[in-house]
T-cell receptor
Framework: DGGITQSPKYLFRKEGQNVTLSCEQNLNHDAMYWYRQDPGQGLRLIYYSQIVNDFQKGDIAEGYSVSREKKESFPLTVTSAQKNPTAFYLC?????????FGSGTQLSVL | QKEVEQDPGPLSVPEGAIVSLNCTYSNSAFQYFMWYRQYSRKGPELLMYTYSSGNKEDGRFTAQVDKSSKYISLFIRDSQPSDSATYLCAMSLNYGGSQGNLIFGKGTKLSVKP
């Protein structure tokens, strides 16, 4: 099946720890995105990548980092600089007419 | 004023009702308009996609765009309990490139009671 796979489904972060969220797609899409969703806040753009080896900051990039070494993969690292990381994280890729989303990762702080 | 405004609800209707969901926006340059449905703790899935103004119908769903009023709507006919979800509107200036990034509303939570 073609789609976007996010893992893990649930992730817990300890104080001062960096954690990485995985996003893989087999849709052959060039552009990929990371969004953060908080209750009642809608989706906010963290980072996006239009092509391999290139990425841009979104509206709330502070405390996050990404890489795009392969077309299929766009991992997101939540660094210790992100003081309020608890949220639902969604990865997406852009098709010809719409964005396609993964099933999300819920990140919580221990 | 936020770029996209959407009433968060919650909205509760009886099964079989017609549901109207709406978003207003401030940037008159938006051209692409989408509606996504999101079940709890799942990724959003595309329901409707509209370019510029007009209506689009797909089964029980109708999307309307009124660019003169900067207002978009999603109508659900014969609503079902399985329609219970959060509905997100999204829009963009272009499709592709840096201006193709979607701007989302906060979502309206809909509950359809049997």
């Amino acid at each position: 099946d073609g789609g976007i796979t996010q893992s893990p489904k649930y992730l817990f972060r300890k104080e001062g720890q960096n954690v990485t969220l995985s996003c893989e797609q087999n849709l052959n899409h060039d552009a990929m995105y990371w969004y953060r969703q908080d209750p009642g806040q809608g989706l906010r753009l963290i980072y996006y990548s239009q092509i391999v080896n290139d990425f841009q900051k979104g509206d709330i990039a502070e405390g996050y980092s990404v890489s795009r070494e392969k077309k299929e993969s766009f991992p997101l690292t939540v660094t210790s600089a992100q003081k309020n990381p608890t949220a639902f994280y969604l990865c997406a890729s852009r098709g010809t007419k719409a964005f396609f989303f993964g099933s999300g990762t819920q990140l919580s702080v221990l | 004023q936020k770029e996209v405004e959407q009433d968060p609800g919650p909205l509760s209707v009886p099964e079989g009702a017609i549901v109207s969901l709406n978003c207003t926006y401030s940037n008159s340059a938006f051209q692409y308009f989408m509606w996504y449905r999101q079940y709890s703790r799942k990724g959003p899935e595309l329901l409707m996609y509209t370019y510029s103004s007009g209506n689009k119908e797909d089964g029980r769903f109708t999307a309307q765009v009124d660019k003169s009023s900067k207002y978009i709507s999603l109508f659900i006919r014969d609503s079902q309990p399985s329609d219970s979800a959060t509905y997100l509107c999204a829009m963009s200036l272009n499709y592709g490139g840096s201006q193709g990034n979607l701007i989302f509303g906060k979502g309206t939570k809909l509950s359809v009671k049997p």
